[in-house]
């Protein structure tokens, strides 16, 4: 009787499946990890173009939105006083929604609004003509940077604080 032959088992196979090293164990875990981290960038990256997308389409200024806003945004002042602040955060945007980048916003040049497009131009006019009448300011400024270059930009309605 012959005796059966069998063909030892490369790599350390068990059945279909390949028994992994250490070191390959380690390989397909920072390949698992360098896939999800595309699968995060693809759906930050379509997260974002969305933004834009709905950025750059402006919206009807009605009385109605026009009290929308300000109810929110007096209860977020009213938050931001209570803590001690003297400025709050009311919008953040892709500095492609500036024609120039976001480059006079980040080098404080004096024209900076015009180089604002949709909704964050809408948003500097409604801070033009009623909240800069009561007194707000705004801040333009680049909240991050990418590889050294301008990212987001934010809007930073301010007040002064006085004291008792």
């Known amino acids: 009787m012959e005796a059966l032959k069998t063909n030892p088992q490369t790599e350390h196979e068990l059945g279909d499946e390949s028994f992994m090293s250490a070191a390959e164990l380690g390989a397909y875990t920072a390949k698992l990890k360098a896939a999800k981290?595309?699968?995060?960038?693809?759906?930050?990256?379509?997260?974002?173009?969305?933004?834009?997308?709905?950025?750059?389409?402006?919206?009807?200024?009605?009385?109605?939105?026009?009290?929308?806003?300000?109810?929110?945004?007096?209860?977020?002042?009213?938050?931001?006083?209570?803590?001690?602040?003297?400025?709050?955060?009311?919008?953040?945007?892709p500095n492609v929604m500036c024609s120039d980048g976001g480059r006079a916003i980040?080098?404080?040049?004096?024209?900076?609004?015009?180089?604002l497009t949709g909704r964050p131009r809408q948003a500097f006019e409604f801070w033009r003509d009623r909240l800069q009448p009561a007194g707000?300011?705004?801040?333009?400024?680049?909240?991050?940077?990418?590889?050294?270059?301008?990212?987001?930009?934010g809007f930073l309605l301010t007040w002064e604080t006085r004291s008792a």
């Not at 707000?136 to 930009?153: E, S, W």
């Open 37 to 93: 981290a595309l699968q995060t960038e693809d759906r930050a990256e379509e997260a974002r173009a969305e933004l834009i997308k709905a950025l750059s389409e402006t919206i009807e200024v009605t009385p109605k939105k026009v009290h929308e806003i300000m109810t929110s945004l007096i209860y977020k002042l009213r938050i931001a006083a209570e803590q001690g602040k003297n400025e709050l955060l009311v919008m953040r945007f």
């Open 106 to 115: 980040n080098n404080f040049e004096k024209g900076w609004p015009e180089t």
């Open 136 to 153: 707000y300011g705004l801040k333009a400024v680049i909240v991050n940077f990418t590889d050294g270059m301008p990212g987001d930009v």
